[in-house]
């Protein structure tokens, strides 16, 4: 039986919570999630892992600076 390995944390030590979205702009993990991480299944942390890639791209895309801008 092979014994799977915890799901490290996503945490790249950049602790800044964006107001708009609720998520930190380093892990893109909620403080909630952030605060239950070491307490969640292996299950709950892959839920949270699969999610990152779409905040991701929703966070770059609101920091994209936007054609009126330029």
């Given at each position: 039986m092979l014994e799977s390995r915890p799901i490290k944390s996503p945490c790249i030590s950049v602790c800044?919570?964006?107001p708009a979205?609720?998520?930190c702009e380093g892990c893109l993990r909620t403080l909630a999630e952030i605060g239950a991480w070491s307490r969640l299944s292996a299950d709950a942390r892959e839920t949270v892992?699969?999610?990152?890639?779409a905040r991701r791209r929703?966070?770059?895309?609101k920091r994209?600076?936007?054609e009126a801008g330029r």
């Amino acid at each position: 039986m092979l014994e799977s390995r915890p799901i490290k944390s996503p945490c790249i030590s950049v602790c800044v919570m964006d107001p708009a979205t609720g998520w930190c702009e380093g892990c893109l993990r909620t403080l909630a999630e952030i605060g239950a991480w070491s307490r969640l299944s292996a299950d709950a942390r892959e839920t949270v892992m699969r999610g990152l890639p779409a905040r991701r791209r929703i966070f770059a895309e609101k920091r994209a600076p936007t054609e009126a801008g330029r």
